[in-house]
Every structure is written in structure tokens, then in C-alpha cells.
């Protein structure tokens, strides 16, 4: 077999095994004639939303749920954590819900970093379908800022105002200008905080490394503070970055949708 | 490259990476010429069965194990924990054995579940030797209500009398039929888990999340009770969880060996 | 699609999982057009070496690190982790500076194993950097007694003499000799463990399994004693455990570079 082919074969494979998905018009489709009423839909990431209208409630204390929660929105995804709590924390601004766990399982497949699973509460199911479906649209643009090839990703992601889902899975202050910055492998998350800190004056709310997050191979650093600051820190932390992840693989860009920061 | 071939190589790439695993028959003459007197088989999922005659009493205290077994049985697996400990569950019904330790790695080769290590305790050589020999056997069995693609997978179990591995791993009430239900990625978990409480009356022995199970991105629901009411119960989830996974990826029936349930 | 074309493609998707990595020397080409002044280089399994000349004192604290430390050094990788400890073992005897951190991301893009996260302390960033190159440049040797085929890894290290990184990521003994083994999946580890032991007359310092291990699929020995016995031992469990590893698999010889031990 040609050296040729060979290599277009890995490209594809690496590309799938990093960012496989289903359109989700397609998908949803399918699943209006499987007719699961859970079924809200699909986005990028194998990220899959639902609701359940009334969770029974033995199962309730199962997962350690509040009981006054009878309806639960679910978003998870194979890969994907950053941009799902980004775009749940726009959702717990738009709707009358609450975050009541956000878990990040080890995986995107293969890769560097991890998947998700957040939950919503909310009293009525409706507020809870709700919930689900801005956070699945937000996806698209909270992936914005991701760059990844076989070698890991960067990620960077900014909020003017951070919100209920940015404190509870980061301990964002509420109401302030958040960002984080993802780098994969780890070592190349060293430097970009490094250069994030030092880029502009901005707080650091936190620092996660592979032993204190799922055991992800990536390191972040999360800050906050006055938002021109924080954009500023992000974009200088990108810059070196994603040069650093194209020494070690192919190119990395572009994003994997439309940066937004 | 055309895109057909492309897809056809990436669905068979998914397809191995996910499955992949070797004739035993074939496996066991390669390694009988070998001449290790440790192999007892190999079966599906990269499963490995070995013994240990007379374990070393200095290893035997590292390894936190009982000094009353000089002889212990090993299955470890590269895909799947739940159809091991199945397996290993009629293993010790079967054989003068006890289950050591069982510990679920975080693996399933870049999918989102689980390997494992399950250690069989004897004080004589041929029981350990047996009980591995069972539980390699059954595993083509516990392996038939799994649905996998390159989404994620769902996986069943259901025993009528549950025994010491699912009491260990999983805390299954002895003697009472038990069921387990995963939904990979955690999200169908979820609804898998609501759907099979509300579809009988069973007891609910527990519930894994990410967080709770080696950081792989699945959610898990343990269940007891009347052995009608359990297969009920699981056979809902199944419906359920088989049409979400199909939502997010490719087909996943068939299952990967004979559903059993 | 024939079925040798798709063997074929297979085995390059699994080796390209396992061991993906890029010529140091055209990485470092590109990397220093882009002038990022904390890169030192790249290595075999997508290694990356980094120095950071001042940190940041907000981040210092944040990561934990000693304060006297004014620059760090980096060494990180998606695959491998023993090696890694083995190299910073060789760059921490070789320069002035000190091991601050060792951590084991489970990664190995999909495969088995660790990567890591390692970082160097010192006063002065001409020693930094240079702890950097020793272990960038000691990989080649360390990854020399590794096996690996699509169903896991065997990886053996051997050092006459362990200083501050094996005695910080593995306990061992400072100045005497010192030998890891490491099955995957976990399995097979058990039995080189058990194999190693009974060789020679060593000292065991530590075991690993899954559940000590960041989740990894490996069983892994860690052994002391007078350096013949060592060295003993390890053969003695490298020929069982490679065995065990191609009845599972494809050929796992020859190993990844050139055998050192």
C-alpha cells in the first residue's frame, strides 16, 4: 500500500477518532420516528441532549439529586467539557433552571482531554427542554475556539459574565469576566498559563492538572477579572499555544467551528 | 482517495478498535508452543485468563491479598468489566474459588468504558485453573447483550442468582436476581436508568457516574428484585438506550455476540 | 475493500496510536521560525521539552511549587510515563536541578498506559533548560525496552543507580539499583510481576494496579536490589511478558527503539 494513501487514511482516522459527529438535522430525524419523548437532540462533540420530565424518585437519591428538581436536562458528550459548560452556563442565564452536577468523565476518544455530563434541574419540563436546547446551539460557538490535531488540542473559552455553570465546575466568580485555557498535552498547558498570566492583569481563580482533573492530559488555567484583561489573556495564551501543539503534530487550524473570542 | 473507501476503512477502523480480539483457538496453539505454564486461554474484548501456581508470599502481601491463597486465577480484558464480572459471577458458583479483587482501568481502547482485572483466590492450583477456564467460557455469553459503535455502547446484564463477583464489584444482595445497565456516553446512562426503574418493581442496589467509576463516560444503574420484574426492567432500558445510541452514531444491533437476556 | 489492504491499514492505525510521534529535528526547525523562546525540543512519543525562564509568582502558588524555584523545566508526553521518569532519573543526576513534580495523565492516545507531566525546578534557567535536553535525549535509550502491539504494552527500566525521579514517581531506594516492569493490559502484568520476582533476589519496592495507577491497564513491579539480580529479574519477566502480549496480539518485537538492559 502507498505511503500516500497510507497517510490521508491516518488524517481521516485521527480526525474522526478527534471530532466524529452526526449532522444533527439527520439525527434528529431518525429519532422523531423512534419516538423517545426524552429525545431533545444532538450537536457537535457526540454531545447528545435530553430531558426527563419526572425522574422517579427512588432514583433521585440514587444520584443524589435535590428532590425539589422533578424535571432533569441532561447534555452529554464523548468529547467535550469546556465548551458544554460554557454553553450551560448561558443556558442557566436564559432559563429557569438550576446546574446540579456537572462530571467529566476521561474521554474524547482517544484523545487528550475529557467528555461530559451536566445536569439541569428544574420544576417544570418545560424550563428543563429549554435549558437543553440553548446549551446544544451555544455548542456550535463555544467550539469555537478549539484546536486540535493528533497531537492534543488548545481550547479557549471567555465569557463577559460567568454564571451558575462556570462556578460550580470552576469556581468562576459570578457576574465577572472568566476565561480558560486549555493545553493538551499537558505540558504545553504549563506554558500557555504562563503566558496567559503574564499576558495581562487578570486573577487566576484556579490551576487543574492531569492529577487533579480526571486524569485528562491537559493542564488549565482558569482567570477572571476586568474583560478586555481576560480576552487579552486568552488570545496570547492561543497564540503560543497553538504554535507549541503544531510543533508536536500537523497543523492544528483551523478551529473546529468559528472562534468567537 | 474516494470517499467511499474512506468511509469503509474508518467504519471497520471503529469497528476493530472497539472489538477487536483474536480466534482463541488459534491464540492458544500459538502460545502452546510458547510453553508458559501460567496460559490458561484467551476470549473475546483482548481477555486474557492466566494462573498463578504458587504465588510469591513477598508479591502476595504487596498485592494486598490474603495469605491463605497460594494460588490465584487472572482474567483481565482490555474491553468490558461488566461481561468479566459476569462471567467471573458463574465462575465462582462453579469452581472452589473466591473473588480477590476485581479493578476496573479506564480502557475499552479509546471507547468509553471499562477493562479489568478480576483475581480468583485457591488454595489449590486446578480450582484456580477452572474457574478461569469458566469464566473465559461464559464470557461469549456476557457479551450478547452489548451494542457498540463508534458512538458509545449499551450493555445489559442480568444473572437470576446473583453470586460474589457481582456481590463484590457491584454490591448485588447473594442469591437474588440482579441486573446491570449501562449507557455509554453517561447521558443515555441516565435515561436507561429512569426508563428501567419506572418499567417494574425492582430495587435499585446502585448508581455509577463518571465521577464514581474510573472517569469512563457511562452511567450505570444496579438493580435486584423479582427475576421477571429485572428482565422487565432491563429489556425496557435496552429499547431505549440501543435507539438513542443509534441517534448519535451508526447502527449498533447487531449485538456483539447472542443476547443471552 | 480486500481484507489485506484493511489488515495492513489497521496494523498502521494501531502502530500510529501507539507510537505516532515526529522527527525532532524538522519539529524543532519549524518551532524555531516561530520563536517561542520556552520550546528545547521534541522526542519520541509526542514528547515535548519546555522551559519556562521566570514564572509567574501568582501561577507559582497555584501549582503548588516551591517558591526558591525560579524557572521550571517541562518535559511532557501523551505516551509514556516510565520512560519519561527513567530520562528526568539520568537529567536530575546530570544538572542542578530538582524533580518538583510527576504526574500520570492515563493517555497513550487510546492504548493502555500513561503519559506524563514532569517538572524540573531550578535557580537558574541555563539548568532548567539543560535537565530538559538530558531527558529529551535519554528517551531514545529508555524507550529502547518497550513492546507494544495493538492488544498492550511490556515495558521494562533499569537504572544501577536511582536518584530523585525514580525515588519520587516510584519510591525507589536513592543509589541503588533499580528496575520497573510494566504488562498491559494489567493481566499480564500480574504474572511478569510474579515472574520477576521469583528470578532473582530482589527487593520489591512497590506494586501498581489499576486502581493505584491513574486508571491505566497495567500491573506494574517495582524492584531493588544488587544490580545483577535486577537486571536478572527483569529479562527474566520481559521474555514471559512479551509472549503473553503476542498470544494477545500481533508480533510486539522488536521493541519501540534499541533494547538497553
Known sequence: MEDKVMEKVMEEVMKKLGKETEAPAAAAKKISSAGITEFVGTAIGDTL???????????HSFMKLDPKYKSIGIVGARTG????????????KATNTEIISIELPRDTKGGAGHGCLILFGAEDVSDARR?????????????????????????????????????????????KAFGLIVGAPAAIGVI????????????IVGYASPSTTSYSNEA????????????QSILAAKDVGVKLLEVLGNEAAPSVTTPYI
Do not use: W
Not at 192 to 203: L, P
Open 220 to 231: 488549565i488555567l482558569f482567570i477572571s477579572g476586568d474583560s478586555g484583561a481576560v480576552r
Open 131 to 175: 435549558a437543553v436546547e440553548v446549551c446544544l446551539k451555544e455548542l456550535d460557538r463555544t467550539f469555537g475556539d478549539v484546536y486540535a490535531n493528533g497531537a492534543g488540542h488548545i481550547e479557549l473559552q471567555y465569557t463577559a459574565r460567568a454564571s451558575y455553570a462556570c462556578n460550580k465546575a470552576f469556581g468562576a466568580p459570578i457576574g
Open 192 to 203: 500557555t498559563a504562563d503566558t496567559a498570566i503574564k499576558a495581562a492583569n487578570v486573577d
Open 81 to 92: 467539557a469546556g465548551p458544554h459548560v460554557m454553553a450551560a452556563d448561558e443556558a442557566v
Open 49 to 59: 441532549g435530553l430531558v426527563i420530565a419526572n425522574i422517579d424518585h427512588t432514583l
